[in-house]
């Protein structure tokens, strides 16, 4: 063969490989984009998002009734509210008729400034000066401070704050963001003692406490203890919470100021599900820029063990959380299925899920993408003695076995393989490779389809 001949071969073939591979790219793509759909909710009206419902076996929510919602609301149940004010009023008609509030724009329950909140009298320069370590100490705690000291006037002034920016959900109610900017700022959803319940195509911007109280006991340092998750699920069944948004938005904790040496610390949680909640969804939202993330049980004590144990039960799949610091979610009791969630890590990250009391986390096909310097050991945090279950996990790309990373690293608090129970409620499970390119596109307000 002439040399002209064998390199006509050679460029015919590198041509033929190089079009096998754009066809293997683009067809990953497809099956991709595909696989995403499939696993985005089903449509109870296909036309109207608003109407839309939990899809038959799409994790906890969909165990027995189902959850609907609002779907079958009448026409003057049907409320599009831009206040805060039209939106807690959409709340609060009577009756448990199914009802849909769309949320139109950004809503801001604090948009007077925390200064509207203030009781008369009340003065952080001298709550600092009474409370400082130096006057106060750190032996005693400021439960007994009477009204009319600055620990009083900030007691009133965080009431006054509590009966202001929470909005209570009723049964049967479904909310949306209308659009791509629909969202909540500075209030607490408050999910209690309810069935029934729909939140999608939010940007939940964080509440910020107003008015955090020092706790000089609480640890060797005293600590800054704030109030108001952004949603509270207390006690409710069949809640779903699909393509939210969960930031800090302009109030990071990087911003915040220290006093006594301890971060002010204004944030509590983005989500909560406590006091007995089950048969719960969270699909496609994004967690970002916080510390406390999820809280699935919110104490070890014996009186809150008997009211969680054979409840919690929840599920997070296809979910971005994203320069998280803890609790993604840190889980007491429940049997939590997470799956096909995607998790990126910053360089503060402590860790991802709590292993807590009698809990029963089952965490399959995650991707975790982790900066240089932190271990796949701390994508894992043994609170208490509970089994897990983690398999088919891939962290910066490659598989890993996050009990084992965990072990090795920690020989001294080892956690045990098989949480004892098989998750069955799941849409269609994508490979952890497939994870953050579907999760990344797809999770979040604005990307409801």
């Given at each position: 063969m002439?040399?002209?001949?064998?390199?006509?071969?050679?460029?015919?073939?590198?041509?033929?490989?190089?079009?096998?591979?754009?066809?293997?790219?683009?067809?990953?793509?497809?099956?991709?984009?595909?696989?995403?759909?499939?696993?985005?909710?089903?449509?109870?009206?296909p036309r109207d998002t608003a109407r839309q419902t939990l899809p038959a076996g799409d994790g906890w929510a969909s165990h027995g009734t189902g959850?609907?919602?609002?779907?079958?609301?009448?026409?003057?149940?049907?409320?599009t509210v831009s206040t805060w004010a039209e939106f807690r009023a959409a709340l609060a008609v009577e009756g448990t008729a199914p009802r849909i509030v769309k949320v139109k724009g950004t809503i801001d329950a604090v948009s007077e400034g925390c200064e509207a909140f203030a009781e008369p009298g009340y003065d952080f320069d001298a709550y600092l000066e009474k409370y400082s370590p130096?006057?106060?100490?750190?032996?005693?705690?400021?439960?007994?401070?009477?009204?009319?000291?600055?620990?009083?006037?900030?007691?009133?002034?965080?009431?006054r704050q509590d009966r202001s920016i929470k909005a209570n959900v009723p049964a049967n109610t479904t909310i949306i963001g209308v659009?791509?900017?629909?969202?909540?700022?500075?209030?607490?959803?408050?999910?209690?003692?309810?069935?029934?319940?729909?939140?999608?195509?939010?940007?939940?911007?964080?509440p910020v406490d107003c008015f955090p109280q020092w706790d000089p006991t609480d640890g060797d340092k005293g600590n800054w203890n704030s109030e108001y998750d952004s949603a509270?699920?207390?006690?409710?069944?069949?809640?779903?919470?699909?393509?939210?948004?969960?930031?800090?938005?302009e109030h990071p904790d990087s911003a915040a100021p220290t006093h006594f040496g301890m971060l002010y610390q204004q944030h509590d949680g983005q989500l909560d599900i406590v006091k007995g909640a089950d048969y719960v969804t969270a699909s496609w939202n994004v967690f970002t820029e916080h510390d406390k993330t999820i809280l699935i049980g919110?104490?070890?004590?014996?009186?809150?063990?008997?009211?969680?144990?054979?409840?919690?039960?929840?599920?997070?799949?296809?979910?971005?959380?994203?320069?998280l610091v803890e609790r993604a979610p840190r889980v007491r009791f429940g049997q939590v299925d997470v799956y096909n969630n995607h998790f990126v890590a910053g360089a503060?990250?402590?860790?991802?899920?709590?292993?807590?009391?009698?809990?029963?986390?089952?965490?399959?096909?995650?991707?975790?993408?982790?900066?240089d310097g932190v271990s796949p050991a701390k994508v894992l945090k043994k609170w208490s003695e509970a089994p897990?279950?983690?398999?088919?996990?891939?962290?910066?790309?490659?598989?890993?076995?996050?009990?084992?990373?965990?072990?090795?690293?920690?020989?001294?608090?080892?956690?045990?393989?098989?949480?004892?129970?098989?998750?069955?409620?799941?849409?269609?499970?994508?490979?952890?490779?497939?994870?953050?390119?579907?999760v990344d596109r797809g999770a979040g307000a604005g990307r409801l389809r």
């Amino acid at each position: 063969m002439s040399t002209s001949r064998w390199h006509g071969h050679a460029s015919k073939a590198r041509a033929g490989r190089r079009t096998a591979a754009v066809v293997g790219c683009t067809a990953l793509v497809l099956s991709l984009t595909a696989a995403a759909a499939q696993a985005r909710p089903g449509h109870h009206h296909p036309r109207d998002t608003a109407r839309q419902t939990l899809p038959a076996g799409d994790g906890w929510a969909s165990h027995g009734t189902g959850t609907t919602g609002g779907a079958d609301a009448d026409r003057d149940r049907v409320f599009t509210v831009s206040t805060w004010a039209e939106f807690r009023a959409a709340l609060a008609v009577e009756g448990t008729a199914p009802r849909i509030v769309k949320v139109k724009g950004t809503i801001d329950a604090v948009s007077e400034g925390c200064e509207a909140f203030a009781e008369p009298g009340y003065d952080f320069d001298a709550y600092l000066e009474k409370y400082s370590p130096e006057n106060w100490g750190r032996e005693t705690d400021l439960s007994d401070e009477p009204d009319d000291s600055p620990e009083g006037l900030r007691r009133a002034s965080a009431a006054r704050q509590d009966r202001s920016i929470k909005a209570n959900v009723p049964a049967n109610t479904t909310i949306i963001g209308v659009g791509r900017n629909a969202g909540l700022k500075g209030a607490s959803l408050q999910i209690k003692d309810v069935d029934n319940v729909i939140v999608r195509n939010l940007t939940f911007e964080s509440p910020v406490d107003c008015f955090p109280q020092w706790d000089p006991t609480d640890g060797d340092k005293g600590n800054w203890n704030s109030e108001y998750d952004s949603a509270v699920v207390h006690g409710s069944t069949h809640v779903w919470l699909d393509h939210n948004t969960f930031t800090d938005g302009e109030h990071p904790d990087s911003a915040a100021p220290t006093h006594f040496g301890m971060l002010y610390q204004q944030h509590d949680g983005q989500l909560d599900i406590v006091k007995g909640a089950d048969y719960v969804t969270a699909s496609w939202n994004v967690f970002t820029e916080h510390d406390k993330t999820i809280l699935i049980g919110n104490s070890d004590s014996e009186s809150t063990a008997a009211v969680d144990r054979g409840h919690l039960r929840t599920t997070f799949h296809h979910n971005l959380f994203k320069n998280l610091v803890e609790r993604a979610p840190r889980v007491r009791f429940g049997q939590v299925d997470v799956y096909n969630n995607h998790f990126v890590a910053g360089a503060d990250h402590s860790y991802s899920f709590g292993i807590g009391k009698e809990s029963q986390l089952v965490a399959e096909h995650n991707a975790f993408t982790l900066p240089d310097g932190v271990s796949p050991a701390k994508v894992l945090k043994k609170w208490s003695e509970a089994p897990v279950t983690a398999a088919h996990n891939r962290v910066n790309g490659r598989t890993v076995d996050l009990i084992a990373a965990h072990n090795a690293e920690n020989p001294a608090t080892p956690l045990r393989s098989g949480a004892g129970w098989t998750p069955t409620l799941r849409t269609e499970v994508l490979p952890a490779r497939a994870v953050p390119f579907v999760v990344d596109r797809g999770a979040g307000a604005g990307r409801l389809r």
